[in-house]
């Protein structure tokens, strides 16, 4: 901690010097200084002598007990409440417009490490000056939003001159900033038809007559983009209370993070997405840690078990992140990665894992949990990872 | 008689064997078929020869000499007539053909990339990563060499046609090619030059009759003279052609592999030689592992791999038999075909596109590899999960009396299971003792151990002698040195649990009582940690064997050590139902008792004093009030505010309970305030202490005041009646009202939704309120000392919701988190029209559990009621998968000396467990803060302290008492340690004499 920092607190020097000695860390230490400053900055050397030590005392007595097997209790931790889950699909909590996968299905998928979530979806706040007007949101909202030709006008097909016509509609285009011969170009450019414009109308057809093609071409039209990301299907504005007072929050169904944080409006600093992977790609494996433990938190506070401690979903996080890539918890990632060929055979495609471990002349040391079990040998964790001599009190080692 | 020394094994090394590796260690060639001969002996050199192993108790074996049980058994041998295909490699083997040459067999690749990816490969290992990536990439380099860099040879296309077969796709001449040459030699529309043969001749510098030869038809050109043709008449000759490969052309092929090629493709040449792929000899598993049974009518029945393996030698010995009669090709192929089969079967019996090998009744064989495979494979059913001795099994009870860090045990399970004990100088007596009491006796032994190995069973004609009571052989009796089996007795540690074992909770170290009767005997306080109820649910106990294992039940299993939850760091342990309705009873409204009352709340505890009494009433008796009875349980120096679940503020200070009601918010599992107070401040003695003493102290309130709940607490007046079905007949007006709307047109959709959806939300809020209205008005119609009341509102049992479904309206049903909708086109059942969008028609149940429901109501309350059922079933299996592999990732990680979370390789996954290295057990995962550093500080700065040795003990970690044994604090309380309060002296506990 700099000296700076300690000076906001106002505590004097002496008490600064028996805290700084103590082997409190830095967090505990800042606390004693608040904590002190508030009531009397001069408390002499003696009473802060003894907070420090009572601190020091439950500090040690708080701290995990060296060998404890972390690992497992933290799976049990999660693994345990699972059982009280639903496995319904329900409502986002505040926002009732959008589905999103909740309970079990979305621990599972979690932990899975899924490239893509069974319902994406992203929280993108606005900067400022968008977060306040309904109008402004609304600008950021149609670069978000795929546009589709039926949110534009209406298509119908002129089965005579073997046409498809699409009737735009005028106060739409205004409102999503985009002009008809903008469309006739992406037409264009996405189906390799000729168009033909005049005033809101757009009109184009197949080379050769015929009704299937027809058909066909209006399938393909619906499928464009005119505007927006492709994968977000639908977004919805809500007002809402944060930190920074009552602003419009934009909730999407289907995610796109990287192209979001792009768009100009979008405050990239305080967007989200449910999406881990995403999460990765465009802000790196610690923000993919910190996205599992919120997400993992969030899913379990929806189902009403908040009381599970977040240091577990964090060893869970830690774990999945660890190797610098977003591994799964199961066959294709942490479990099938294991260095003993014993273990992995032992959790599932047994055989495989036996046939090419031969092949690779693999040497199994027995260092793990499940290769001990099966050996039958003790197991290096808590009270297996300690042996005990006997000696005497006192005496020299001789 | 000891086994020999125990070995550990230090590590397993994995690879192929060489087929001179199985011929030695053979204990025989096996070359019959058949197994017994017609008197029921092992036929010699047959599947069941004697030098395989034993299995029939009695005989001996006739390659080690060993009994059935102590002999492991022996591998045996076939020599295979052909080679064969090990279905396991199959992809290896297709790999290795594309990427060797088919002359020198040595890798497609240059110097170069040779270099390159045994650099890979090496940097892979070091990473752990996967080695198959490397291999892929350097046979897909390898393939595209269509010529040999090392002996220029051409390279075929490989086809590999599953299971095992495969092709080298090669061009050679076609049947017409003198058609073809003919063709080209007559004028076309561009070239209208015909070619002579003599021409042809001299261009191809052939002698011109061949050429006349081939042209007719006669000869086949040979490759080079082909090639020369080609040349000269501008012409394709060829066709392609699967040329198939043999298993001995494969084997071959691979022999000539250097080793260092292999290394590159990450194969451990040194024990694992790409040829011992093909197998020439195949292992007989010694027939222990595939034993036969003998039915009752005297007949065998042979093992699957038995079966197999006599498919195996017929086969074999019919390929001999053909080949060396010189049958043709065509024969000799089908049979290596057969002979491929089945060896191929023999290891795996699940390849997809081959029919799996069948038993005569049609079940398909259980082969190798499905023994080892799944859940009731080897490694997950027998090497992963061990079974026990010493372990029993029965239903489970509540008692009452017991405390929570004990089990009552019947004697039957206690004179069964036993305890070892080393005899010392210092047991001696006590173990002579036990071994007079024979194995019937209760504190009895059932087995002695003498210094030299041998283990005698201890009867009731030789208990006397060995205790060296009476005429005794010096030698046979009892002394240092010996092991006595002793049966259970009180304090004994045993290991109790309750699957699904869930959390570690799932699994703790409880006393042994002996008891009467048949059941397991539990205190109901450790129900939450076990998830226990007492429907018949049963409970398993192991009794430990040795000292280590006993000392650290003591220390860190006893149910004590365990109050905690490492999951959110609140007590799991605490009152539960009855109990907390106690405590309700007790302390709300602060009820008065007089002395008889008083203390007989208090009998079941350790109170045997009754303060001074806290008034007298209008009779002049002196009184005692519900709080002051209560406080007594508390340690003097506690402070505790909370909010009960009723909703007041209960206040303790300095042991006292000031104000406020006891329920499932400050006494409860799950979080009690006190009890969670106790244990972290006081520490586990202390807080099962407490937990044991509220249980007793709320069961005796609960049957002060008497307790119970019947048809008749549900009932509500006729005018409250009244009043609901008016609530509910709004509701449907409502109801009514919004369809009309939806008819019309008229609704407007909510934000985000369709018309329709909109409809369905505002039907189910108007349906939704009319019920917590009803529920409401059933509410405030009940007697505050209406029971079911009492417990949703102490928190001890049931809720609001449930009361209101029992008195009021059950409600809307739903499926799938809609109102019920499915069932018939258009509607949810024949009694209503097509589109009825009514609340009637869509599951809503407006009457009462008490008034019943009318068959529709019943009938959509079912579909929703199975819905639940369905959801929990298919919950159970997927969280247990979830569970299994969670616990399968994180269980190698431990917390180390310097506060980092490893696995068992020493691979750092968090330099700081959780950040700040706060265990979850000590600190409640609702507090932001692990320590209350300003209440620290203000007791330091306000709080006058006593003397230094007060303050010391402030200030110091706080070093409790260890507490091992309540039972031993029970018979000797000075000896227990520094708690006054020891544990209940009830009935049960007090007489227990092990003489």
């Known amino acids: 901690m700099t000296k700076t920092n300690i000076d906001t607190f106002g505590v004097s020097d002496g008490v600064q010097s028996v805290v700084e000695d103590s082997g409190l860390p830095p967090r505990l230490r800042e606390r004693i200084y608040r904590s002190i400053g508030e009531r009397d900055a001069d408390t002499d050397a003696d009473a802060v002598e003894r907070v420090v030590r009572r601190v020091e005392a439950e500090y040690e007595d708080n701290r995990v007990e060296p060998l404890e097997p972390v690992g497992t209790v933290s799976a049990q931790s999660i693994g345990e409440p699972g059982t009280q889950m639903t496995m319904n699909t329900f409502h986002y909590a505040g926002v009732a417009e959008i589905d999103v996968t909740q309970g079990l299905p979305r621990l599972i998928e979690l932990v899975d490490a899924r490239k893509t979530p069974d319902t994406p979806t992203m929280k993108v706040y606005l900067e400022e000056e968008y977060a306040t007007e309904r109008e402004k949101a609304h600008e950021v909202i149609w670069k978000i939003e795929a546009t589709r030709i039926l949110a534009l006008g209406d298509v119908s097909t002129n089965v005579a001159d073997m046409r498809v016509q699409i009737d735009l509609n005028e106060d739409t285009l205004q409102q999503r900033d985009i002009t008809p011969s903008e469309i006739a170009e992406i037409i264009e450019g996405a189906m390799g038809v000729d168009t033909v414009h005049t005033g809101n109308r757009v009109e184009f057809g197949p080379d050769q007559p015929s009704y299937r093609d027809l058909l066909q071409l209006v399938e393909e039209l619906r499928e464009i983009v005119f505007k927006g990301l492709e994968d977000i299907s639908r977004v919805v504005v809500r007002k809402e209370e944060t930190d920074r007072g009552e602003e419009f929050v934009l909730h999407t169904e289907g995610s796109d993070f990287g192209s979001v944080l792009e768009i100009e409006g979008v405050d990239a600093t305080r967007s989200k ?49 660890s190797r610098g890539e977003i591994e799964s918890i199961g066959r294709h990632g942490i479990a099938g ?36 079990v099966i050996v039958g040998k003790p197991i290096k964790l808590g009270t297996g990872d300690v042996d005990l001599r006997m000696g005497s009190i006192g005496g020299s080692a001789d | 008689m000891y086994e020999e020394t125990p070995k550990a094994i230090k590590s397993i090394q994995f690879g192929l064997m060489n087929p001179e590796e199985y011929r030695e260690m053979s204990a025989t060639k096996v070359i019959t078929a058949d197994t017994y001969d017609d008197d029921g002996f092992p036929i010699d050199m047959g599947l069941m020869d004697p030098r395989l192993g034993v299995i029939d108790p009695g005989l001996e074996c006739r390659t080690c000499g060993k009994h059935s049980g102590s002999c492991n058994g022996h591998f045996g041998h076939i020599e295979l007539a052909a080679p064969v295909i090990h279905v396991g490699f199959t992809k290896l083997i297709r790999r290795l053909l594309r990427g060797t040459c088919r002359n020198c067999s040595k890798l497609l690749l240059t110097e170069a990339e040779r270099e390159e990816f045994t650099g890979d490969l090496e940097r892979t290992r070091e990473l752990d990563g996967e080695l198959n990536e490397v291999t892929k990439a350097a046979i897909r380099q390898a393939r595209k060499a269509e010529i040999c860099p090392h002996c220029g040879e051409e390279q075929f296309e490989i086809n590999h046609e599953k299971p095992t077969t495969y092709y080298e796709v090669q061009e050679v001449l076609t ?41 007719s038809g006669e000869f086949r050109p040979a490759e080079d003279q082909r090639n020369a043709i080609e040349r000269a008449l501008d012409v394709d000759l060829t066709e392609e052609d699967m040329n198939k490969l043999m298993p001995s052309d494969i084997r071959d092929w691979f022999e000539a592999i ?10 451990d040449a040194e024990s694992s030689r790409p040829e011992w792929m093909i197998l020439t000899v195949l292992p007989v598993p010694p027939v222990t592992a595939r034993p036969s049974i003998t039915l009752d009518n005297g007949q065998r029945s042979e093992d699957d791999l038995t079966h197999k393996l006599v498919d195996i030698i017929r086969i074999n010995q019919r390929f001999m038999e053909n080949r060396e009669a010189g049958a043709p090709q065509l024969i000799i192929e089908d049979l290596w075909e057969l002979l491929q089969y089945h060896v191929t079967t023999f290891m795996d019996n699940e390849i997809s596109g081959t029919p799996p090998a069948r038993h005569r009744s049609g079940r398909p064989l259980k082969t190798l590899s499905q023994r080892l495979k799944g859940k009731d494979g080897r490694f997950r059913n027998s090497l992963s999960g061990k079974r026990v001795n010493f372990s029993a099994r029965t239903v489970i009870s509540p008692d009452p009396t017991v405390s929570l860090n004990e ?19 210092r047991n001696l007596e006590d173990a002579r003792r036990y071994v007079a009491n024979g194995p019937n006796g209760h504190p009895g032994a059932n087995y002695v151990r003498r210094p030299d190995g041998r283990r005698l069973k201890v009867t009731e004609k030789n208990c006397q002698a060995l205790a060296g009571e009476g005429e005794a052989d010096a030698a046979q009796v009892v002394d240092v040195g010996w ?77 004590q050590e365990q109050i905690l939850s490492p999951r959110f760091g609140e007590n799991i342990i605490g009152a539960i139902q009855d109990h907390v309705s106690g405590t309700y009873l007790l302390t709300h409204g602060n009820p008065q008792f007089n002395e008889t009352q008083a203390l007989d709340l208090l009998r079941g505890t350790s109170i045997d004093t009754l303060p001074e009494p806290d008034g007298t009433d209008e009779d002049g008796e002196a009184y005692w009030t519900g709080r002051t009875i209560f406080s007594l349980l508390l340690p ?188 018939y086109e258009d509607r949810t059942l024949s009694h209503f029209k097509p589109h009825d969008l009514s609340a009637d028609a869509h599951g ?34 997927k969280s247990g998968y979830l569970q299994r592999r969670l616990i399968n990732a994180l269980s190698e990680l431990e917390a180390q000396y310097d506060g980092t979370v490893r696995d068992t390789n020493d691979r750092v996954v968090q330099f700081e467990f959780g950040e700040d290295s706060t265990s979850p057990v000590r600190v409640s995962s609702s507090v932001d803060h692990d320590i209350d550093v300003d209440g620290i500080v203000d007791r330091v700065l306000d709080t006058e302290f006593d003397d230094d040795a007060d303050l010391e003990a402030f200030l110091d970690e706080r070093t409790r008492p260890t507490n091992l044994s309540e039972y031993a604090d029970r018979r000797d309380p000075a000896a227990g340690g520094t708690i006054t309060a020891t544990g209940a002296p009830s009935a049960e506990a007090v007489e227990v004499d092990d003489d």
């Not at chain 2, 005997?521 to 049963?538: I, K, Q, S």
């Not at chain 2, 398993?540 to 650290?552: C, G, I, K, P, S």
């Not at chain 2, 108007?766 to 019920?771: F, M, S």
Request: with cysteine.
């Open chain 2, 175 to 215: 049947g017409d090619y003198s058609e073809r040459m003919a063709v080209a030699m007559q004028p076309t529309e561009e070239d209208d030059t015909a070619i002579t043969p003599p021409e042809l001749a001299e261009e191809t510098g052939m002698d011109l009759s061949r050429i006349n030869q081939i042209l």
């Open chain 2, 258 to 267: 250097p080793d260092e090629d292999v290394r590159v493709l990450g194969i």
């Open chain 1, 273 to 321: 997405t449910n999406n881990i992977h995403e999460v990765y790609e465009e802000l790196g494996i610690e923000a993919a840690r910190e996205a599992i433990i919120e997400e993992m938190m969030h899913t379990l506070e929806e189902q009403g078990l908040d009381d599970v401690n977040v240091r577990h979903l964090m060893l869970v996080a830690d774990i999945m992140t």
């Open chain 2, 844 to 877: 809503f149940v407006e009457n009462s559990y008490r008034e019943g429901l009318e068959p529709r109501e019943f009938f959509f309350h079912a579909m929703g009621g199975r819905e639940g059922l369905v959801d929990t079933a298919v919950r159970t299996s």
């Open chain 2, 407 to 425: 089990v009552g045990v019947r004697e039957r399970v206690a004179t069964e299971m036993t305890i070892t004990m080393n005899v010392t100088e």
């Open chain 2, 636 to 823: 003097d120096d506690l402070d505790v505010e909370a909010t009960s679940s009723a909703g007041d503020d209960v206040i303790i200070e300095n042991g006292t309970l000031v104000q406020g009601t006891i329920d499932d918010a400050t006494v409860g599992a799950f979080g009690g305030e006190i009890v969670d107070t106790i244990m972290k401040a006081h520490g586990p003695t202390r807080a099962r202490v407490f937990i044991n003493e509220v249980a007793s102290l709320a069961m005796r309130s609960i049957m002060h005041f008497g307790f119970s709940l019947g048809i008749d607490n549900e009932s509500i007046p006729e005018e409250a009646s009244e009043q609901i079905d008016e609530v509910i007949e709004n509701a449907y007006e409502r109801v009514e009202e919004l369809i009309r709307t939806y008819e019309a047109g008229e609704m407007e959709s909510l934000p985000g939704r369709t018309v329709d959806e909109t409809l369905e939300m505002k039907i189910s809020q108007a349906l939704g309120r009319a019920r917590d209205s009803a529920g409401e008005i059933a509410e405030e119609n009940f007697e505050e000392d209406n029971p079911a009341v009492i417990m949703a509102e102490s928190g001890a049992r049931g809720n609001l919701l449930n009361l209101t479904q029992m008195t009021a309206c059950v409600g809307q049903q739903h499926v799938r988190g809609e109102r019920i909708n499915r069932g």
């Open chain 2, 483 to 559: 092991e006595v089996n002793r049966h259970l007795v009180d304090g004994d540690i045993v290991i109790f649990n309750r699957q699904p074992s869930l959390h570690r909770m799932s699994i703790m170290a409880h006393e042994v009582v002996v008891m009467p009767y048949k059941t397991f005997r539990l205190n109901t306080t450790v129900c939450p940690p076990y998830n226990a109820d007492f429907d018949g649910d049963e409970m398993n106990m192991h009794a430990l064997q040795n000292e280590e294992a006993r000392a650290e039940a003591r220390v860190l299993m006893r149910v």
């Open chain 1, 337 to 372: 990665s294991k260095q003993s060929v014993l273990a992995r055979a032992a959790y599932e495609v047994t055989v495989n894992h036996l046939l090419d471990a031969a092949i690779h002349g693999e040497v199994d040391d027995l260092n793990g949990v499940i290769e001990n």
